[in-house]
């Protein structure tokens, strides 16, 4: 089992900044690709941003390729989402997830544990 907890979001103007966190612990976090993704109310569930599991190879939706950056602490079995120049359409509750191997996916039904999500409101 893992755990996942996220925190960091809030409310923030566009042309913003947030970063978000993701706090594991349970199964070796440094064994383990992640992502993290985002729902908008009235949409499903869509990806953010992926790393491997020793932070070397990283993935980003094209829509925040540039603005946010991925990364990991493994010795501290946190993952974080720099997220900049924030726009009111990245509004959504923001989650990671963690997946049972060691391969990257963008898709959400692959990764096997969630965190409850954090809200990011970025106001126009």
């Known amino acids: 089992q893992v755990q996942l907890v996220e925190s960091g979001g809030g409310l923030v103007q566009a042309g913003g900044s947030l970063r978000l966190s993701c706090a594991a612990s349970?199964?070796?976090?440094?064994?383990?690709?992640m992502g993290w993704f985002r729902q908008a109310p009235g949409k499903g569930r869509e990806f953010v941003a992926a790393?491997?599991?020793?932070?070397?190879?990283?993935y980003y939706a094209d829509s925040v390729k540039g603005r946010f950056a991925i990364s990991r602490d493994n010795a501290k079995s946190t993952a974080y989402l720099q997220m900049n120049s924030l726009k009111p359409e990245d509004t959504a509750v923001y989650y990671c997830a963690v997946r049972n191997t060691i391969s990257v996916s963008i898709s959400a039904h692959e990764y096997d544990y969630w965190g409850q999500g954090t809200q990011v409101t970025v106001s126009s």
């Open positions: 349970g199964r070796t976090f440094s064994r383990s690709a």
């Open positions: 790393i491997s599991r020793s932070g070397g190879r990283t």
